[in-house]
């Protein structure tokens, strides 16, 4: 059992930086793998990045490798999207979601945070 909660969106400029934080709190943090996903208006939620429970496995969507990084700190039961040369389309409300294995669907994360807003002015 683990809650999540989002921080550090906002409005940046196209070609600019966010990064956003996911502090957890409950059970066992380490244990469990994160993701990020993402929800646009108009569209379904979709995957953004991953990372297994040791911080050493991280996968992304194909729209933001190179551009987003996914890291954790276990220590501080926090997980982190850097995301960096952001585009309009990167618009979207992001949540983090926390499972038992990571990968791309949201149906394998058993745990959601409210979301954090992020817009991409162009």
């Known amino acids: 059992q683990v809650q999540l909660v989002e921080s550090g969106g906002g409005l940046v400029q196209a070609g600019g930086s966010l990064s956003l934080s996911c502090a957890a709190s409950?059970?066992?943090?380490?244990?469990?793998?994160m993701g990020w996903f993402r929800q646009a208006p108009g569209l379904e939620r979709e995957f953004v990045a991953a990372?297994?429970?040791?911080?050493?496995?991280?996968y992304f969507a194909d729209s933001v490798k190179g551009r987003f990084r996914i890291s954790r700190d276990n220590g501080k039961n926090t997980v982190y999207l850097q995301m960096n040369s952001l585009k309009p389309e990167d618009t979207a409300v992001y949540y983090c979601?926390?499972?038992?294995?990571?990968?791309?669907?949201?149906?394998?994360?058993?745990?959601w945070g409210q979301g954090t807003q992020v817009t991409v002015s162009s």
């Open positions: 979601a926390a499972g038992f294995v990571s990968g791309s669907q949201d149906l394998m994360y058993d745990y």
């Open positions: 409950g059970r066992t943090f380490s244990s469990y793998a």
């Open positions: 990372i297994d429970w040791s911080g050493g496995g991280t």
